[in-house]
């Protein structure tokens, strides 16, 4: 699995996972599975769920525990509202205090998994608070902010908070948000796509705003429990 990263020496690593969907056709990519694990994660194996008979359309066969992470302002939590409600929070930015979460189940080749997914408060007072999820958590959203060089150059200081409280399995995928705003860019996609190469991270380029790729994000987390899932 393409899990917590030290940059990779160029000799002898494993061919990166970097994904990078056309705008126009999703292309199928699992986040991570470069180097399955040996056995099941200390944070265990993804859930099973309830048996696919209920109603209230939140039955599931696996349950997936999601965290979005980044700098504050990236879009995480527009990010999950986009996903969940398929809607834009545009207007006055409102941070996150602390932590938030939402579930979504999502069919994937057949099997119902349940998403939960961690919506985290990206500013660095909250740094405590979302330190405890961590450990629980199967799959992490790495975002920055394509408008926000910042956001980008503090991508390798998440990755070793990623390193500290993560498990050592957990799945990683790194994110590029706001790609909408192509006037204001400030992080170039070749610059995002080889520090992906460098962590053998899957990467994307996404945008809340118009919805690009926001889907196929959340469908490639959703996929990988596929081949442990119970
Ligand atoms: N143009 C554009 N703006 C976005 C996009 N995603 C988020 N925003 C804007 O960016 C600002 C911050 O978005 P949030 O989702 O609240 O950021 P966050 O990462 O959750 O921030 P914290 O909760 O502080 O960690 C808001 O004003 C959003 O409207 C996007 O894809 N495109
Ligand atoms: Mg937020």
Redesign the pocket.
């Known amino acids: 699995m393409s899990r917590k990263k030290t940059p990779k020496s160029k000799a002898g690593s494993a061919p990166a996972t970097s994904a990078l969907p056309a705008a126009n056709g999703p292309r199928s990519v699992r986040p991570g599975t470069a180097r399955p694990g040996p056995k099941a994660p200390p944070n265990g194996p993804p859930q099973p769920g309830r048996s696919s008979i209920g109603g209230g359309g939140d039955f599931y066969d696996v349950a997936f525990k999601v965290m979005?992470v980044?700098?504050?302002?990236?879009?995480?939590?527009?990010?999950l509202?986009r996903f969940k409600d398929g809607a834009?929070?545009?207007?006055?930015?409102?941070?996150?205090v602390g932590i938030d979460f939402r579930n979504k189940v999502v069919d994937v080749d057949g099997m119902k998994v349940k998403l939960q997914i961690w919506?985290?408060?990206?500013?660095e007072r909250f740094r405590s608070v979302t330190h405890a999820y961590y450990r629980d958590a199967h799959a992490l959203l790495l975002?920055y902010?394509v408008?926000n060089k910042a956001s980008f150059d503090s991508i390798q200081a998440w990755l070793m908070e990623i390193q500290e409280h993560a498990q050592d399995d957990v799945v990683l995928m790194l994110l590029g948000?706001?790609?909408?705003?192509a006037q204001e860019r400030a992080v170039k996609r070749e610059e995002a796509e080889k520090l992906a190469k460098d962590y053998g991270l899957p990467f994307m380029e996404?945008?809340?705003?118009?919805g690009l790729n926001v889907d196929l994000a959340f469908t490639a987390i959703a996929n990988h429990p596929c081949p442990t899932g119970s």
């Not at 948000?177 to 705003?181: A, R, Y």
């Open positions: 979005l980044g700098d504050s302002g990236v879009g995480k939590t527009c990010l509202v834009f929070l545009a207007g006055t930015f409102i941070s996150t919506d985290t408060a990206g500013q975002l902010d408008t948000n706001k790609v909408d705003s996404t945008s809340a705003k118009t």
